[in-house]
């Protein structure tokens, strides 16, 4: 998926669609007492015969996914295990040479704190259950460096002591930034580009024959944190003051300054020296697809963002959307007619929509906090940007028409 693929309906409905395949091979439990309706969701959530089907569809589903990376990034020229560190230690350097332009567009925002908030959501689909994918690359015999990892995935466990544990740190931060910190939550506010970093790592681990591509995720993942942590921990204070619990990214900062290391000295260097050079364009491959969705990742949440800005500012001076900028793209339009407390799932378009509300009112939602649309309102939903609807008032009319901006 290029970036702009990253970004569709598809996109969501494949990684949503992943994610729930991946999760039900993981438990995940609330930690209170359960309903009688959470028994019912548990038992279908792990129901026998929808694992079987997730897992009878998985493989043409992660093709999907994450095919056209193979395309995307090119790894030529003859490689040894010298140059391989000379190449990835000298990425991360450049990488670290540089302020993080994510936070610096954060801290410029009119709002820092709504936009960390969403930041932790959008970090909230990995972080909350932080390893897990890992955890499926430990099982089998390969040798001294299997034993390397489980040293990696002890410290992500917090060795053994839960309030250590990476996900309990950031249970911590949501609830001090004012979240919540049961595992998705905020399910319908994940942008497919995050879901897709998350999916990357159980893609590669629930893949044995991705295994060295997996070595080489790993070390982007753990040789770019502390660096990122750093700044994202300032951020976190700079937004909420002193009162935010910060020591999830803190403990990061400390420990994949070690894990970085771990990973090259003690894994990466001696698979090489083990198995050969012919493994090097996978790691190679590995870390070069993990940053690039990176990448892709922070442009589509600093979009989000945007237009959750906008959002934001129209709301002191009614919702008029520019019909100057805009005209249409077709001449139809679409009317829906709605009753009391209809749903519209979170959802993206292929193209600019001009959503006006005609009767009734609902709240239209781009992020957690939904804004209000009365009649007479109208908003333009940018191609990409994730958003969906529910209904407040007895009935409610809407009209939406495909726009473009006006040459
Ligand atoms: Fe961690
Ligand atoms: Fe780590
Ligand atoms: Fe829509």
Not at 231 to 260: C, P, W
Not at 295 to 302: H, N, P, S
Request: hydrophobic share 40%; glycine share 6%; charged share 20%.
């Amino acid at each position: 998926m290029g970036a702009t693929e990253l970004t569709s309906n598809r996109s969501l409905a494949i990684h949503r669609l992943l994610l729930n395949i991946y999760e039900q091979s993981m438990l995940f439990l609330p930690q209170r007492q359960l309903g009688e309706g959470d028994m019912a969701i548990f038992r279908a959530f792990y129901d026998a015969q929808s694992v079987a089907l997730g897992q009878s569809l998985r493989a043409n589903i992660e093709k999907a996914a994450f095919a056209s990376l193979d395309e995307e990034i090119q790894i030529s020229g003859p490689w040894n295990s010298d140059r391989l560190e000379d190449y990835l230690v000298g990425t991360i350097t450049k990488y670290e040479q540089e302020p993080s332009g994510l936070m610096a567009r954060i801290d410029a925002m009119r709002d820092p704190a709504r936009a960390m908030k969403y930041l932790l959501i959008q970090q909230a689909s990995d972080f909350l259950s932080e390893a897990s994918a890992m955890a499926r690359a430990i099982p089998g015999n390969y040798g001294p460096v299997q034993s390397e990892l489980m040293k990696v995935f002890i410290d992500e466990y917090g060795y053994g002591i839960h309030d250590k544990k990476h996900s309990t740190l950031f249970e911590h931060c949501c609830t001090s930034a004012g979240l919540s910190p049961e595992a998705h939550t905020y399910y319908f506010h994940y942008l497919p580009s995050s879901l897709a970093l998350t999916n990357y790592f159980h893609y590669i681990c629930s893949n044995k024959h991705l295994w060295f591509r997996y070595i080489g995720a790993l070390y982007y993942t753990e040789a770019s944190i502390p660096h990122f942590n750093k700044a994202m921990s300032q951020s976190l204070k700079r937004a909420f003051g002193n009162k935010v619990n910060t020591a999830y990214f803190d403990e990061h900062v400390h420990i994949d300054k070690h894990h970085r290391r771990m990973v090259l000295d003690s894994i990466i260097k001696p698979t090489i020296e083990m198995h050969g050079t012919q493994v090097i364009p996978e790691i190679l491959l590995g870390f070069e697809s993990f940053r690039l969705l990176q990448d892709r990742a922070d442009q589509d949440y600093l979009a989000q963002v945007a237009f959750i800005e906008k959002l934001e500012q129209q709301r002191g001076h009614g919702f008029h959307a520019d019909a100057a900028t805009y005209e249409p793209l077709e001449a139809e339009s679409l009317t829906f007619n709605e009753p009391k407390g209809e749903l519209s799932f979170s959802h993206i378009h292929d193209d600019d929509e001009l959503f006006s509300v005609t009767q009734g009112a609902l709240e239209f939602f781009a992020g957690p906090e939904p804004i209000v649309l009365e009649a007479g309102s109208s908003v333009v939903i940018p191609a990409g940007r994730l958003h969906g609807t529910r209904v407040i008032s007895e009935a409610c009319t809407y009209r939406v028409q495909k726009v473009r901006l006006r040459k």
